[in-house]
C-alpha cells in the first residue's frame, strides 16, 4: 500500500519537533512543471547532454592512469588524479538538493556546468601532478552538482508514473558515460594524447549551458536574493562537507600511503565520524530548512534504498576500474583495448538501464527488477571470484554479460523506488541523499580495493622472497611488471599475485551484492507510482507554456510596433494584426 500524499501549491516542511519548540515552518516553493512531449524532448536534450558530460569524466581516466603517472613522472599519486574529483564531487551532494530549492533548478544547474567546463579546460592544460589533481576536484564540484539536480529537474517535469521510462532514458546517457569512459580514455592515450580525456567535455558542457539557458523551460523561483540567501543552512553545509573531506581523504590514503592503523588515517577518521553526529544534531535542532531532514530515514523502505544506492555505487566503481586494469596488468593488453574488452558489460548495462525503466512505467512496480537486478548481480560476482590471469576470454565475457544484466537493473530504479515514497516537498533534498551516498560509495570503492589488492600482493609477493624496491613499483603501477626486469618465474608470481587480489575484491563484491539482495527481498516495498494532482499539473503546466508563449509574442509585438512607429510606417490596426499573426 501506498502512503497518502497531500498535493498542495506550495509545499513546507516543519522541522523542530520533538524539541520543545513550536515548528518552524520555511516555505519550499514547488518547482513541479509535466511537461508535454515536445517540451520534453527539449528537457531531455539538455539533461542528457549535461549527465554525460559529469559521468564520462567519472571515469574517463580509468585506463589514462598509468600513462599520466609517466607524463609527469609521478605514478605514486595518479590516483588522485580519479579520486580528488569523485571527492569533491561526493562531499558537495548534499548541497544541490536544498540550493535548487531555494534558488531554482535552472540556476544552479548553470552554475555547475560553468564550474565543471572551467575544471575540465584546468584539467586540459595542465602543466604538472598538483595542476591536475586540484582542476579534477573543480571539475568534480560541478560534476557532482550536474548529477543530482539533473534527476531533480526530471522529478519536476515528469509524473512518477512515467518516471520509470524516462529514468531508463538518463540511465542509457549514465551506463554510457561511465562504462564509454575507459575506452575513450583508451583510445585518446593510444591515439593522440592524454589531454583530450579532458578537452572532450569542453563541447559537450557549451552545448549543455547553452541548451539549459536559452531553451530549458522551467519556472523561476520567486523571492529576492537576500530572502533567498537566509534560507541557506549554513552551519549544515560547512558541517557536511568537512565531515565528507574528513572521511574521503584518510579512506583514500589507507593501505597505500598510511596503513589503516597509522594516526594520518585515524584521526581524520574518526574526526569525521564526529562530524557526522554533529550534522545530525544541526540538522534536527539547529536548521530551518534543513539539508537532508532527518525524518525522511524513518521509513524502512527509504533507508534501505539509499543504502543500497551506497553499495551500488561501490560496485559499480570497483567493476569499471578494476575491470580495465586486470586486462592491462595481468593479460599484457593495451589501454585501448582493455577498454575494448569492458564491451560486453557496457552494451548489457545500456540495454537493461533502458528496458528497466519502460518495465517500471509499464507495470507500476519497480521491486521485482531490483531484486532480479541484484541477483544476477550476486551470482556474476561470485563468478569473478575465480577469475587467474589463464581465465578464458569467453569466460570473462559471459561474466561481464551477466554483471551488466543485473547491474542495469538497479541504476536507476533505486531512485524511482525512493521518490515513490516521499511528498514532493522532500524529493529534491532526497534525490541529493541518495546520489551524495552513491557518490560516496564510488569514491569509498576504489580506496577500499587498492587497499585489498595491495596488502594481498605485498603479503604475497614478500612470503615469495621480492625485494622491497620491486614491491613499491609493483603496487605503485602494478602494469610495469610485464616491463621489470624480473625472470619468467617472478613475472608469473607478480602477477598470480595481483589476479590473487583481484579476486579477494570480487569475493567483498559478492557479499555486498547478496546483501542487496536480502534488503529488496525484506525491506522494499512497491509504493504506488500514481498521484493524486497528476492531472491538475499536467493542466497547470500547460497553461503556464500558453501564458509565456503568449507573453513572448506579446513582446514581440510590442517591439515591432516600436520599430514600425520609430520608422514612420504605422499601418491600420487590422492590417498589423494580420502581418502580427502571419508573423507567429
Known amino acids: 500500500m501506498a502512503t497518502p500524499y497531500t498535493p498542495q501549491e506550495k509545499d513546507v516542511e516543519a522541522v523542530g519537533e520533538g524539541d520543545g519548540q513550536p515548528p518552524a515552518v520555511v516555505e519550499v516553493q514547488g518547482q513541479t512543471n509535466l511537461l508535454p512531449m515536445k517540451q520534453l524532448l527539449v528537457v531531455f536534450a539538455g539533461l542528457s547532454t549535461a549527465m554525460l558530460c559529469s559521468n564520462l569524466n567519472q ?42 530549492d531555494i534558488f531554482g533548478r535552472k540556476l544552479i544547474l548553470v552554475i555547475c556546468l560553468t564550474v565543471f567546463l572551467i575544471g575540465a579546460i584546468l584539467s586540459g592544460v595542465s602543466v604538472n601532478m598538483a595542476m ?69 567535455s569542453i563541447p559537450f558542457s557549451v552545448v549543455a549551458i547553452a541548451i539549459v539557458a536559452f531553451v530549458l523551460p522551467l519556472r523561476k523561483v520567486e523571492g529576492d536574493a537576500k530572502e533567498k540567501l537566509k534560507k541557506i543552512d549554513v552551519w549544515g553545509c560547512l558541517v557536511s562537507f568537512v565531515a565528507s573531506i574528513a572521511i574521503l581523504i584518510p579512506i583514500s590514503w589507507a593501505g597505500t600511503q598510511y596503513s589503516w592503523s597509522s594516526p594520518a588515517v585515524l584521526v581524520p577518521l574518526i574526526l569525521g565520524i564526529a562530524l557526522i553526529g554533529l550534522f545530525v544534531v544541526v540538522e534536527m535542532k539547529v536548521a530551518k530548512l534543513p539539508l537532508i531532514p532527518p525524518a525522511v530515514f524513518k521509513n524502512t523502505h527509504v533507508s534501505s534504498c539509499v543504502f543500497t544506492s551506497f553499495l551500488t555505487g561501490f560496485m559499480t566503481f570497483v567493476n569499471l576500474y578494476y575491470l580495465p586494469q586486470f586486462y592491462q596488468v595481468a593479460r599484457g593488453e593495451s589501454a585501448l583495448n582493455s577498454g575494448i574488452l569492458i564491451l560486453p558489460l557496457i552494451l548489457s548495462q545500456i540495454v537493461t538501464s533502458f528496458t528497466s525503466g519502460f518495465l517500471v512505467s509499464m507495470w507500476s512496480c519497480y521491486r521485482i527488477n531490483l531484486i532480479v537486478g541484484y541477483g544476477l548481480w550476486t551470482i556474476a560476482s561470485g563468478l569473478f571470484t575465480t577469475v587467474t590471469p589463464t581465465t578464458a576470454t569467453w569466460k570473462l565475457v559471459i561474466f561481464q554479460l551477466l554483471t551488466g544484466l543485473g547491474s542495469g537493473q538497479t541504476l536507476q530504479v533505486t531512485l524511482v523506488a525512493i521518490q515513490a515514497a516521499v511528498t514532493r516537498a522532500d524529493m529534491a533534498v532526497i534525490t541529493g541523499a541518495r546520489n551524495y551516498f552513491r557518490m560516496l560509495g564510488s569514491t569509498i570503492a576504489i580506496a577500499a580495493s587498492a587497499a585489498i589488492v595491495n596488502n594481498i600482493v605485498r603479503s604475497n609477493l614478500t612470503r615469495l622472497g621480492f625485494s622491497s624496491s620491486d614491491l613499491n613499483e609493483i603496487i605503485s603501477d602494478p ?39 536480502i534488503l529488496c527481498c525484506i525491506f522494499v516495498k512497491d509504493y504506488s507510482l500514481e498521484r493524486s494532482d497528476d492531472e491538475k499539473m499536467r493542466e497547470e503546466a500547460k497553461a503556464w507554456l500558453k501564458q509565456r508563449k503568449e507573453e513572448k509574442k506579446a513582446h514581440k509585438k510590442g517591439h515591432n510596433n516600436a520599430v514600425t512607429a520609430h520608422s514612420g510606417h504605422v499601418s491600420d490596426s487590422t492590417s498589423v494584426e494580420r502581418k502580427d499573426v502571419q508573423e507567429v
Open 479 to 517: 602494469t610495469k611488471i610485464q616491463t621489470m626486469t624480473l625472470s619468467a618465474l617472478q613475472k608469473t608470481e607478480a602477477l598470480n599475485a595481483y589476479a590473487k587480489g583481484v579476486s579477494v575484491t570480487y569475493y567483498m563484491m559478492t557479499a555486498l551484492a547478496g546483501l542487496q539482495f
Open 59 to 100: 571515469t574517463i581516466v580509468a585506463t589514462a592512469l598509468p600513462t599520466l603517472g609517466a607524463a609527469f613522472h609521478d605514478a605514486g599519486i595518479s590516483s588522485w588524479v580519479g579520486t580528488a574529483y569523485l571527492l569533491t564531487s561526493t562531499a558537495c551532494q548534499p548541497l544541490y538538493g536544498r540550493l535548487s
Open 132 to 200: 591536475l589533481i586540484v582542476s579534477r576536484a573543480i571539475a568534480g564540484i560541478g560534476g557532482g552538482g550536474i548529477i543530482t539536480i539533473v534527476n531533480i529537474v526530471i522529478s519536476d517535469v515528469v509524473s512518477l508514473k512515467d518516471r520509470g521510462k524516462y529514468q531508463g532514458i538518463i540511465g542509457v546517457v549514465v551506463a554510457i558515460g561511465t562504462a564509454v569512459g575507459p575506452l575513450l580514455g583508451g583510445v585518446f592515450v593510444a591515439r593522440t594524447t592524454w589531454r583530450w580525456c579532458f578537452y572532450i
